[in-house]
């Protein structure tokens, strides 16, 4: 579809550049045409002319043809010429107009294949289960329960599902709306629900500098992140969260341990519903694919900087960097 849109594009580009090449050259031959004629005119008028009109006259005639001519082949060579470089141009202008909407195209076919796939297999678990059940009919009270508990369970994926297309789906077509947010409050609020007995996560650098953001986007950023590391690393590990505030520059950073992401799972980490292997995403550790997607789509919309180090078997890092409030408010002074 997009190679076929690529050379009709193409296709108008070069229309429109041969007609306007068409047209500057019937310009320039109409006004050089009348200006040899001009010149022949003048030099018509001279007694030298006169004096020698039959033999002048075809000469004159001929000059006149020949010049013509030459200025035909030269306009037909140069404009042969701008077609050629024009189509190359053209092609390449198509390209690249084209890419960004071919790469929408192609992120929004895929993101509907995987969100179809991840709402079918819960509800065909469901399904399943359901139809079994009413099968048997010397099922029990106690077996129900336990089929109730299972459909219950798909419900909640389905909601935690449901609930992130929408929070994604609502980010990528509306704004944010900034206020002054202090970093150290969001991030108690953050792990004390995360985290209520106050054994896994570490809160350093207490910073009182406060950033231009939404306070329920920086603390719905900040569990995603936690969440993440938590869900990643050994359960007697601890999750160090640093409060930063260097120069201009305002954020923090979550470090934990644990297998650490691949280099070449890097680059993707913040695409939907990527999941770096299927070893990491078993278990409690299951998870969609969204999380980091929509922390990274917060942070845009924030005017901020996202991002992440980490090797396998080493310290994974997430560092956030948001819009410091001091800094605006200098840059209003000035």
Not at 250 to 263: D, M, S
Request: aromatic content about 6%; hydrophobic content about 40%.
């Amino acid at each position: 579809m997009f190679r076929s849109a690529t050379f009709k594009l193409t296709s108008w580009y070069l229309a429109i550049l041969v007609a306007v090449c068409l047209l500057f050259s019937v310009i320039i031959y109409t006004s050089a045409s009348r200006e040899v004629a001009a010149r022949i005119d003048d030099w018509q008028a001279t007694p030298l002319y006169k004096l020698n009109e039959p033999r002048f006259f075809a000469l004159r005639e001929q000059q006149q043809h020949q010049a013509e001519a030459n200025l035909i082949a030269s306009l037909a060579v140069a404009n042969i010429a701008i077609w050629t470089l024009g189509g190359i141009g053209s092609y390449y202008l198509a390209r690249r107009t084209l890419h960004p909407i071919e790469e929408a195209h192609e992120a929004q076919s895929r993101f509907t294949s995987d969100a179809s796939h991840e709402l079918r297999t819960p509800l065909a678990s469901m399904k399943t289960e359901i139809e079994v059940a009413l099968r048997d009919p010397d099922i029990t009270k106690k077996e129900l329960r336990e089929l109730l508990k299972s459909n219950l369970e798909e419900v909640d994926k389905l909601s935690r599902l449901s609930h992130m297309l929408l929070q994604l789906s609502r980010l990528d077509h509306s704004n944010i709306i900034l206020e002054k947010v202090s970093l150290l409050d969001a991030a108690r609020s953050v792990i004390d629900r995360l985290d209520k007995e106050g054994k896994r996560i570490e809160l350093t650098g207490h910073s009182s500098h406060k950033v231009l953001a939404n306070r329920s986007s920086v603390e719905e950023l900040m569990t995603i992140l936690l969440d993440n590391a938590l869900k990643y690393s050994p359960e007697d590990s601890k999750v160090q969260m640093n409060l930063l505030a260097k120069k201009q520059l305002t954020g923090f950073e979550i470090i934990n341990e644990g297998e650490g992401i691949p280099a070449e799972s890097l680059p993707h980490i913040f695409d939907r519903f990527y999941r770096v292997d299927s070893s990491r995403s078993t278990g409690s550790k299951k998870g969609y694919g969204l999380g980091l997607s929509l922390a990274k789509k917060i942070v845009e919309l924030s005017g901020g900087e996202l991002t992440v180090s980490s090797a396998p078997q080493q310290v994974t890092t997430f560092s956030v960097f948001l819009q410091s409030l001091s800094k605006n408010k200098a840059k209003s002074k000035t």
